[in-house]
Antibody, heavy 118, light 110 residues
């Protein structure tokens, strides 16, 4: 199992950014997926999750209405579209695979850093 | 979606046992048996140590065990080793179809 995030960088407050996660080593289309973030020196925060087929999505209150999780099962890719970014969104963003049937996550990427700063 | 409450730090000497608590509510830990625990070393991605309250993934040492009573879950580490020094986070599914992490506990091996 391999998960590789990309798309992080420095972005100004109020702007948008799209993160991607390339999945390999497993049948991507049969697993739910999650985004989790960690602000510098802080704890982990669940951001969003999506069902295996993309039919259902769920968000933390802190990002609801600003972030959109999506997936392309034909390309084995998970995405996170982030808009109206704020300084408090600065964090390492991890994609993670849901552990089938157990409401947990079993594999993580190495993360991509998003810095929101003017 | 308030974070689950964990002690900020726990310490122990090599060979000793420690326990980390994780307190939630009747909408998360108290409602489901879907509590997980993750270990995170500095600069690394988290690693799943316990899922569904008591289950260990393949490859995780049996020195790690989990339990739950009411709205509180616990992670116990027996035979503490230097490599156990890390941050630990609990994680639970919630009745809002969301997930919540604990505040995190830094484990120090004295």
């Amino acid at each position: 199992v391999q998960l590789v995030e990309s798309g992080g960088g420095v972005v100004q407050p109020g702007r948008s950014l799209r993160l991607s996660c390339a999945a390999s080593g497993f049948t991507f289309s049969t697993y739910g997926m999650h985004w989790v973030r960690q602000a510098p020196g802080k704890g982990l925060e669940w951001v969003a999750s999506i069902w295996y087929d993309g039919s259902n999505t769920y968000y933390a209150d802190s990002v609801k209405g600003r972030f959109t999780i999506s997936r392309d099962n034909s390309k084995n890719t998970l995405s996170l579209q982030m808009s109206s970014l704020r300084a408090e969104d600065t964090a390492v963003f991890y994609c993670a695979r849901e552990k089938y049937g157990d409401f947990s996550v079993d594999y993580w990427g190495q993360g991509t850093l998003v810095t929101v700063s003017s | 979606q308030s974070a689950l409450t964990q002690p900020a730090s726990v310490s122990g000497s090599p060979g000793q046992s420690i326990t980390i608590s994780c307190t939630g509510t009747s909408s998360d830990i108290g409602h489901y048996n879907y509590v997980s625990w993750f270990q995170q070393h500095p600069g690394k991605a988290p690693k799943l140590m316990i899922y569904a309250v008591t289950n260990r993934p393949s490859g995780v040492s049996n020195r790690f065990s989990g339990s739950k009573s009411g709205n509180t879950a616990s992670l116990s580490i027996s035979g503490l080793q230097t490599e156990d020094e890390a941050d630990y986070y609990c994680y639970s599914y919630t009745t809002a179809s969301a997930y919540v992490f604990g505040t995190g506990t830094k484990v120090t091996v004295l």
